[in-house]
Nanobody
């Protein structure tokens, strides 16, 4: 089991930017594909972005394409989600997920494919 710690959430206004971070203290996770999922009240969870183990492949949900960017720094065991042009509908708890993979280019497109999750960080966008 990989312990993941998210940070960077907060209260912002529509149109603002925010960067989330996900770290695995004491763990080297360059063998893990990573993803960011969000859960808003009354809505199903949504995988908004994913990145392969080697960082060469990324995936974005249609709802965030062009506004969010996922990246990773394996030397720092950290994954980032840069969020720009935030909208009220982006308000949710954002969770970082990880899954071990043997292939550097494997990417997981669904939240149920991840088997390690952090506690989440709240993002609130005021309209």
């Amino acid at each position: 089991q990989v312990q993941l710690v998210e940070s960077g959430g907060g209260l912002v206004q529509a149109g603002d930017s925010l960067r989330l971070s996900c770290a695995a203290p004491g763990r080297t996770w360059d063998r893990y594909a990573m993803g960011w999922c969000r859960q808003a009240p009354g809505k199903d969870s949504e995988l908004v972005a994913a990145i392969s183990q080697n960082g060469e492949r990324t995936y974005y949900a249609d709802s965030v394409t062009g506004r969010f960017t996922i990246s990773r720094d394996n030397a720092k065991d950290t994954v980032y989600l840069q969020m720009s042009s935030l909208k009220h509908e982006d308000t949710a708890v954002y969770y970082c997920g990880a899954r071990f993979t043997y292939s550097g280019s494997t990417i997981w497109h669904a939240s149920e494919q991840y088997d390690n999750w952090g506690q989440g960080t709240q993002v609130t966008v005021s309209s």
